[in-house]
């Protein structure tokens, strides 16, 4: 199947590749002006743009012959010389008797057979009618056809009826196809209302089709190829299927086989026969003039093991006997070996009696293919010798929580009282459960229960503990601070730790608190909070924050610009947010922490006072004023 013009690749093969229209009386040259056609004539711009590029052709006398008939095999011939359909090679089989191998039409015909009507009698030979007329309904078809569109297609069902009185003119066999050729605005009607689809088509009526598909075709000429394909990774039978999607029209090939495309679906079935290994599938998709894309899937084949069922068998008896029974299948047709507790058996069986020994047994049925895969099955079973019926229920296979109640229930039809042991401990006779704590890992527990006459049942559960971290929540901690003192807090909860201990900065703290007063230093500290429950799991959060101590305020009284006195007292208050006592220089000179005031002796003219503060991290604060003395 071809796509829908496929559409720029069709236009370039129309445009670029010259074809013979037709097989008697043309000549295949370039000739832009015919004698009996002018510029006024209703096909001349579709006539005249195909002759210029050799789509069609004239006559030897420099005439067109506008309303001379196209016959079916001339028509033949230029379906597949436009769309490039493959023609077939020599010893082709003959498909209509009257179209044999010899004649000059043969390879077109049998090229464009399934886009063009041939006719098959419930009896006798189908025929082609290669020299009569190709009528408007035949040409419709076959464009139709050719460019892939399909009946499923159609929109409007009621299109021919509302569109042309004549409906009756058209073969009820064709009328779905021509109704698409309408709807797709390949082919349309006559002014008066007909469609007239037993009508001879003229050669302006095929150069008018032809110029209408190559101008739609180039409006859509650089659609894309789509090729989506699906094949599994792997298969343990050698068989698997590749499906996918790809343009309509398009023709796909796996692994360079031709597959069947339905709507631009496929899915197609492959064996692997060269036994295992991984295998690369090459999927191809083509449409007309050439265009292809190419994806390449990979599968592995590995062999898997037999497929083994075994019946379910009692959890206990007070039989002696127990009879285990299995089917086995092999997906490969491997022979396979079926083996009970490391006993072969023979290949016409599928059960076997096994004599059981007191307590516990547990029973191995493993099935072996001829290449070496295997699958096991393994059944236990308690054989109590008149012992007590124990039941326990259910616990589950793990568990994050430290403990589990185990329950159970006992009877003896000799002992109204039988003993009941959990992993070797005596229980009280009125109880039916019991809380066992359980250790990081795989936890074993052992229910026995003993009868005055020694018998005894025994059920082992096993359960794994996998215990989490606590939950460590630490409160907001802001990315910078100008003050020393960092008060943090956190929660920490545990499901099986009621008091998991906590660290900071690897001290640990006491249990009843939940925050901490840190003293930082300058610069970036990281404060790592660690809790660790009894179990050993730990949790850990780091928070990081940079202390950028600022320098002391300084806050002098008032200095007079200019004075006559021969002296002043100067004042000051000095604070700093980390430092309760920051030192203060007044023109170099180490103040008392307790002074707050210092008088100065005045020289004529400019005296400068500098008040330097310094806090214990070496953050300094200058203030300098001047005083002239008159």
């Not at 430290?402 to 009941?420: A, E, H, R």
């Not at 070496?618 to 003395?629: A, F, L, N, S």
Request: hydrophobic share 30%; net charge negative.
């Amino acid at each position: 199947m071809f796509s829908k013009l496929s559409k720029i690749a069709v236009a370039a093969l129309l445009f670029f590749a010259p074809i013979k229209t037709y097989a008697d009386g043309d000549i295949n040259v370039t000739q832009v002006n015919f004698v009996d056609i002018d510029t006024n004539y209703w096909a001349s711009n579709a006539i005249m743009n195909l002759a210029k590029t050799n789509v069609i052709s004239g006559y030897e006398d420099h005439s067109f012959k506008p309303d001379n008939h196209v016959t079916r095999e001339e028509f033949a011939s230029l379906i597949a010389k436009t769309f490039y359909l493959d023609l077939p090679g020599d010893g082709a089989k003959q498909t209509f008797y009257d179209v044999p191998s010899d004649r000059w039409s043969f390879p077109y015909i049998e090229a464009s057979k399934e886009f063009l009507t041939g006719y098959y009698p419930p009896s006798g030979k189908s025929f082609f009618s290669p020299t009569l007329d190709a009528t408007r309904e035949d040409v419709a078809v076959a464009l139709v056809k050719t460019l892939g569109y399909q009946p499923d297609e159609l929109q409007d069902q009621n299109i021919l009826e509302r569109n042309f009185y004549d409906v009756d003119s058209i073969s009820p066999s064709l009328r779905t196809y021509v109704a698409l050729a309408v709807e797709k605005q390949l082919f349309s009607g006559y002014p008066d209302g007909t469609f007239k689809g037993d009508k001879q088509v003229s050669r302006a009526e095929v150069a008018t089709l032809l110029y209408k598909i190559i101008k739609n075709a180039a409006a859509d000429g650089e659609s894309t190829l789509k090729l989506d394909v699906s094949v599994p990774e792997t298969t343990s039978d050698g068989t698997f299927y590749v499906t996918g999607e790809t343009t309509k029209g398009a023709t796909v090939t796996i692994n360079d086989k031709e597959v069947e495309v339905v709507q631009g679906q496929f899915k197609e079935g492959y064996k692997i026969t060269q036994g295992e290994g991984s295998y690369k599938v090459v999927i191809t998709a083509r449409i007309p003039g050439g265009k292809t894309k190419t994806v390449t899937k990979e599968i592995t084949f590995e062999k898997g093991g037999p497929k083994l069922t075994v019946d379910d068998i009692p959890e206990q008896t007070n039989k002696q006997s127990v009879t285990i029974s299995w089917s086995v299948t092999d997906e490969n047709n491997l022979g396979t070996t079926v083996y009970v507790n490391d006993e072969v058996q023979k290949n016409w069986t599928n059960s076997k009696t096994i004599n059981l020994n007191e307590g516990s047994n547990t029973i191995t049925v493993k099935a072996v293919n001829s290449i070496g895969k295997s699958t096991t099955v393994t059944k236990s079973i308690t054989f109590n010798n008149g012992g007590p019926v124990l039941k326990v229920d259910d616990i589950p296979d793990t568990t994050d929580k430290d403990s589990v109640t185990i329950s159970w229930s006992v009877s003896d039809q000799n002992d109204p009282s039988p003993k009941v042991y959990i992993n070797d401990e005596e229980q009280y006779s009125w109880n039916t459960s019991k809380n066992i704590k359980l250790s990081e890992g795989v936890n074993t527990i052992v229910i026995k229960a003993t009868n005055s006459s020694g018998k005894t049942s025994s059920i082992t559960k096993t359960i794994s503990l996998g215990t989490g971290a606590p939950t460590l929540k630490v409160g907001q901690i802001q990315g910078s601070t100008e003050t020393e003192k960092l008060n943090v807090s956190w929660t920490v909860s545990d499901k099986n730790d009621s008091s998991p201990k906590v660290y900071i900065n690897d001290e640990e703290q006491y249990a009843w608190t939940t925050s901490k007063t840190i003293t930082l230093e300058p610069g970036e500290n990281t404060i790592v909070f660690k809790a660790v429950n009894s179990s050993g799991k730990e949790s850990v959060v780091s928070k990081t924050i940079t202390f950028n101590p600022p320098a002391p305020k300084i806050t002098p009284g008032y200095i007079p610009d200019s004075t006559s006195a021969s002296s002043i007292t100067l004042t000051w208050t000095i604070s700093d947010k980390n430092d309760s006592s920051p030192k203060i220089y007044i023109n170099d000179e180490l103040q008392y922490s307790w002074n707050s005031s210092k008088t100065f002796t005045l020289t004529n003219g400019a005296n400068q006072i500098t008040l330097l503060g310094i806090n214990k991290y070496g953050k300094q604060t200058t203030v300098t004023d001047v005083v002239y003395k008159k």
